[in-house]
């Protein structure tokens, strides 16, 4: 078709060709929280929209800043705007269908359980480490029938191969080389972070389709 915006119909039988009707089925029932928009936040997001998640909960109190773009999912013309609302508006061009939740909010100890008890699986994507601790002990401690997705090492130029998922412990998976750290002096690119939010991304497919990590 040429313009206009597919019926939810059309949308259906092209997921249901690309993956069959059961991946379809357990994908658009998925629920899934995202905590921080950033390189592997925003990333994650789209992954997983194109994908056919049925669900998102976008979480950040932050706005786009032009430092954002060598790495993040957003362009020039989103500068300024909050990252909940820049990212849905690209996500429903992806899939009109998709119900997005959006929450303009700093997450905190205090608040992280409540924010995300309504989601069945949590993508950790934050950029600092102390942040990404409290977010890991307030979930497993608040929500701990929750899945948790956590990133860690993702930054500089080392080889993408080094970038892995593992099991923690029963319901947190872990991405990354666990290693390389922006407080290294070591950047963040474009590349490896979303080779990183990939990782994320296909743990929370697997997780839907009921396959857990060894």
């Known amino acids: 078709m040429n313009g206009g915006i597919p019926s939810r119909e059309e949308f ?21 929280g995202i905590a ?3 390189g592997l936040g925003s990333h994650i997001a789209v992954m997983l929209a194109r994908s056919g998640i049925g669900y998102l909960h ?14 993040q999912e957003y ?3 989103h500068l300024g705007r909050p990252k909940t609302e820049a990212l849905k508006e690209q996500l429903l061009e992806i899939n009109p269908y998709l119900e997005i939740t959006c929450d303009c909010v700093k997450i905190t100890e205090e608040n992280a359980a ?34 948790l997705v956590t990133g860690s090492g993702m930054a500089g130029f080392e080889s993408g191969n ?25 950047g963040l690119m474009a590349a490896r972070v979303s080779i990183c939010a990939g990782h994320e991304a296909n743990m929370v497919i697997r997780l839907l ?3 857990e990590e060894p």
């Open 12 to 32: 259906a039988r092209i997921m249901d060709s690309r993956f069959s009707s059961e991946v379809y089925e357990k994908m658009k029932a998925g629920r899934v």
């Open 36 to 38: 921080g928009l950033g």
């Open 58 to 71: 976008l979480v950040d109190f932050d706005t786009v800043d032009l430092s954002n773009l060598n790495r």
């Open 75 to 77: 362009r020039v013309a």
């Open 114 to 147: 409540a924010i995300f008890r309504g989601d069945d699986i949590i993508c950790e994507a934050f950029d600092q480490p102390e942040n990404k601790a409290m977010l890991v002990e307030a979930v497993l401690s608040g929500c701990p029938d929750k899945k």
């Open 162 to 186: 080094t970038i892995k998922t593992r099991k923690v412990m029963k319901n947190w998976y872990m991405c990354g080389d666990e290693k390389t750290d922006i407080a290294d002096g070591t």
């Open 209 to 211: 389709q009921g396959i």
